[in-house]
Structures are given as C-alpha cells and as structure tokens.
C-alpha cells in the first residue's frame, strides 16, 4: 500500500476541486449580482486557505511523525500560487482592464493591494523556483530562500485585515491560525538550536555536514 497516494490526492483535490466549482458556477452563471466581486473574493479566499495548509504541513509532520506531509507541500504551495495568480488576474483584467499605470497609481493609494502585491512578488521565486533541479542547484540557500513563505503569508493576511471595512471577524480567524503556525515554528527552531548548541563540537561539526549534504528540507 502505498501511503503517500491519499496525502496526493487530498493535495490535489484542495486545488482541483474549489477550482471546479469556479469553472462551474461560471458556465452556470450562478455567481450572483457581481460575478467579477465574487470570483475576486472565492480566489482570494482560497489562496489564503492554501497558504495556511501548506505552512501546517511543517508542525503536522512533528506532531505525527509522518513524512507524507513535507511531500506533499509542494502541490499544496504550487497550488497556492496557482490562486495567487488567478486572484491577481481578476483583478488585473476586470477591475484595471490591464492597465499598468492604473496599477501604479492603486499601489500607491490603496495599501491593501500595496500588501497583496508583495505577497505576490514573494512568492514568485518560490514558485520558480519549486523544482527539484533549482533545489539541487541552490542547496542550503533554497532552504533560506523558501522561508520567504512566512513574511508573505503575514502580508497576505494583513492584506485581508486591511480590505476589509465592517465585520474583521474572518481576517482575525486567519490571523490567528498564521500566529499559531508561526509561533509553533519559532518554537521548533528555537529546541533544534538549543540540541546543536548542546552537542559537543565534534558531533556537531559532523550534523551539520550531514545536514548540508542530505537536507531537501523545505521551511
Ligand atoms: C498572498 C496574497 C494574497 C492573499 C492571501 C489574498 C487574499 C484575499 C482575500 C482573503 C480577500 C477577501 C476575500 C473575501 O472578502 O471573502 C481578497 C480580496 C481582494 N484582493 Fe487579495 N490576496 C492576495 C493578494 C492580492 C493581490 C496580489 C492583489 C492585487 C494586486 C489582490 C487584490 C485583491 C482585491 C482587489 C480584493 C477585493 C477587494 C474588495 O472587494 O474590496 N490580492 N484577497
């Protein structure tokens, strides 16, 4: 049996499935009075769930001790970003009709889509960068560089608080999850450090060569 294909599927569902209804609801034309607001908002929706899945992978894999799923956290991320940009488009097409100097002047004023925007701009070289190749090519600093994953879920977040005007009930909830997963990490971080600290030198020197040599460890 093999038990990495269920955490897959699952993986590929979560992007697959909510894109589905999407498409559907389209041909269907059931997406209301303001078809362009609610695909806006059903993208921006799902890319922030995505982006908390795939941070979750990290504490889910030490709380249950199972690989399956860092393996599976580059679907849930490419998926993200595939949200990301389709959340961006939207926006891009419908509401600037693609204009780049209406773009500027929105970056400039509004600063919700100024936190967006970096959001977007963070994550590309993640998503470029997502092949095993460039894992391979980069080593230690494709470790460092994929960290960039925690600053731009903070902005994605942010960027939710920020839009929204009267009930910040939901961008709080997601808020919340992100400081959890966060302060989970900082704390794992914080135990690995204080256990190399408390190696003697030799064994020490020795881990990290492991280390540098075998980690395909994603943050
Ligand atoms: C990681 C990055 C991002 C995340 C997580 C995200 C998430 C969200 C969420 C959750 C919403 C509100 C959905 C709702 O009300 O149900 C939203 C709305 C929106 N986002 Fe984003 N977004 C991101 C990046 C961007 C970018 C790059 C842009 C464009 C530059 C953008 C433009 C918008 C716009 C125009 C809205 C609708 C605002 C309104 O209706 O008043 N977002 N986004």
Redesign the pocket.
């Known amino acids: 049996m093999n038990h990495l294909l269920p955490w897959r599927v699952a993986a590929w569902a979560l992007g697959v499935v909510p894109l589905a209804f999407a498409v559907k609801w389209t041909f269907q034309s059931l997406l209301g009075p303001n078809p362009v607001?609610f695909l806006?908002?059903?993208?921006?929706?799902w890319?922030?769930r995505l982006?908390l899945t795939t941070l979750a992978m990290t504490p889910l894999r030490k709380v249950t001790r199972l690989s399956e799923p860092i393996r599976v956290r580059r679907i849930l991320g490419l998926w993200?970003y595939a949200f990301?940009c389709l959340?961006?488009s939207i926006?891009?097409v419908f509401?600037l009709g693609l204009s780049v100097a209406q773009?500027g002047a929105?970056?400039v004023k509004r600063t919700?889509?100024t936190?967006?925007?970096s959001?977007?701009l963070m994550?590309l070289p993640l998503a470029i960068t997502s092949t095993n190749a460039w894992q391979r090519r980069l080593k230690r600093r494709w470790v460092t560089l994929h960290q960039l994953i925690y600053p731009?879920?903070i902005?994605?977040?942010t960027?939710?608080y920020w839009?929204?005007k009267a009930d910040t009930r939901?961008?709080l909830i997601?808020l919340a999850i992100l400081l959890a997963l966060l302060a989970f990490r900082v704390q794992s971080v914080g135990i690995s450090l204080r256990r190399r600290r408390e190696q003697p030198p030799a064994v020490r020197v020795q881990i990290e060569t492991m280390s540098a040599s075998t980690s395909s460890e994603r943050p």
């Not at 806006?40 to 929706?45: I, M, W």
């Open positions: 607001e806006e908002h059903y993208t921006g929706d890319t922030l982006l993200t990301l959340h961006f926006y891009l509401d773009l929105d970056l919700y889509i936190l967006g925007f959001a977007w994550l731009a879920a902005l994605g977040c960027h939710y839009l929204v939901e961008p997601y």
